[in-house]
């Protein structure tokens, strides 16, 4: 093994080399010296966030300690779903959560509004602001979806604390009449103090016909946050994600051939890392750079008269065949449109197919 240079493992490199693995101590096998350097650091713990927990990692300790860094069950749940499924199997939840914002349910409600940057307002109730929120932003008959669509800027505030139903149905007409005394523009169509549609009861039954509507985690949680809350708290995610896409791609997927094959997909290099930065960075760690970014363009776009007869002699001599030359540089065409290819491709080995 070749040993790495004195100041080579950068806490970003060390984070790159963690990514190629799912647990610490295939990391530690792997590459010793990274995982070494990064513990002495302190930095173990963070680039190995996305690793899997080994059996028993999760004691009643390790789920408080990862409990403080949450302010509601909402986050722990979408951040640490492990640690918060190990404590509800285990009855710590509430203990463990104690230290959280309290949320409301069917029984309490808080008003929130949306005010816009045009003076325009939409005030609402709700058990919980971040579903609230999240159902908004992708309901398109929702006014605030309208008018967000608009690109108007603006800004979400809870007014009030969880209060009982009828109280905060009182609340909710009490602020849309600040509102208006105000002079602005309240987006309310329905009355104030209605509790919205019909609320449905999100059973195990529910839950996987609703899942089996979506082919990634990413869009059930963006569609309907509730549910995927839902299923990972009870645990559900193995039976009811079954089906669906992986976007992450597995340990060693990218190699070589596969991370030739991504690059020239892209025209530049800021392409590439803006698309793929995975791949980017597999290609500089290993150092293909001049193989896998030779087709690219230096610049995004070339000046125009940029390929000269001269340019485009001097790009030629980089290739042994005119379909080499012609895959990997956009020089090409424009020495076939002004018919120079046979004197700047006269190096090159002669096929009886080629293109000219």
Sequence with gaps: MIRKSKGHWTKERCHVEALKYRTKKTFSK????????????????????HMIKPDGHWTKEKCWEESLKYKTKTDFILNSPKAYQQSWLNSWIDEICSHMQILGDKYKRCIYVYEFFDKSAYVGLTCNTTNRHNNHIS????????????????????????????????????YVDIYKKNNWNVLNK???????????????EKCQ?????????SKLRKRNGPVYYKILSNGWQYEMFSHMTLLQKPNGYWNKERCKEESLKYKTRSELKEKNSAVYTIILKKGWRTEMFSHMDTKIRKTRGYWTKEKCQEDALKYKTRDEFKKNSTSYQRARTNNWLDDICSHMKKYKNHDN
Excluded at 209 to 217: F, G, I, Q, S, V
């Design 30 to 49: 792997k590459c010793i010296s990274a995982y070494t350097y990064a513990n002495v650091r302190g930095w173990i713990d963070e680039i190995c966030s």
């Design 139 to 174: 309901n398109i008959n929702s006014q605030v979806y309208k008018k967000i669509k608009e690109n108007v800027l603006y800004e979400m505030k809870q007014l009030t604390g969880y209060v009982d139903i009828e109280k905060s149905k009182e609340l909710e007409k009490y």
């Design 190 to 204: 329905s009355k104030p103090g209605g509790l919205g549609g019909k609320l449905i009861k999100w059973t195990k």
């Design 209 to 217: 016909e609703e899942a089996l509507k979506y082919n990634t985690r």
